[in-house]
Every structure is written in structure tokens, then in C-alpha cells.
């Protein structure tokens, strides 16, 4: 009996999570968190159980996480980067552009741009100066 309302249990947690992606097949950090927490608090999994149900399901239905997306944007910025921390226009917009594949495009330009910016704050890497008049106007005008 105690398997039966374990599998039910399981079957209505995966439910919930392929509902959670429905509207935009990417799922923030936040949404990871909430998921993960109901399955622990309101269907009594473990945290290695709703983790590999959140993992199966993503995987079944192409759902992308934004930590996930945003680990492999850090590493590409931090290789342009460099050892003097600037990060140039070009660079940040191809940046972008890969991010926006990592998502399989769920994100729009705005939001890969802003999500950039982000890390680049939280990095301490800073804008290299572009344009006629060497501004970092480009990087200013992403907002956070």
C-alpha cells in the first residue's frame, strides 16, 4: 500500500513540474527551488527523488533551467573576459546570442542581456569601451 501512494505520489509531483513548464519550457531559479521544495514538504519525496523527477521530465519535454544556461554564459564571458576583466560589445552580444541558444531560444534578447549584465556585476567584470566616442553607453543601457 505505502508503494502505491509513493508512486502516486511521484506520478502527481511529475504533473506539477510538466505544468510549471508549460507556459515557457524554461525554468528559473526560483521555480527550481519552489518545485524542488514542494516535493519535499507536499509529497513527501526526498531530495534525490524530486531532483531526478524535476531532471527526468526537463529532459522528456526539453524544459531548459536558467542556472544551468547561466553556468555555461559565465564560463564563455569569463573566457572573453580575460585576465584584465573587460568584456567587449561584440563579445557580450555573442555572449547573448549563445545564451540564447543554450535556452533553445525560450529566452528573449532582453532578458539574455540583462541575465549577462548580472553576471558581469556579480563577477566584477567590467565593460570595455566602444564606439566613436569609447562609451560604455551600450552596457548602461541594459537595464537589470
Known sequence: MASRSRAEAMRRYTDLVKLTGMANRCIDRAQERRLLEDGLTKF??????????????AEDKGYVFQSETGLRAKQVLARHAGKKGYVSRGRFRQTAALLRDFSDGTI????????LKQIMIEA?????????????????????
Open 44 to 57: 513527501d519525496l526526498t531530495l534525490d527523488e524530486a531532483r531526478g523527477a524535476l531532471r527526468g521530465v
Open 124 to 144: 566584477g567584470w567590467k565593460p570595455r569601451r566602444a564606439g566613436l566616442f569609447r562609451s560604455r553607453r551600450w552596457y548602461n543601457k541594459v537595464a537589470v
Open 108 to 115: 528573449s534578447e532582453a532578458d539574455a542581456q540583462r541575465q
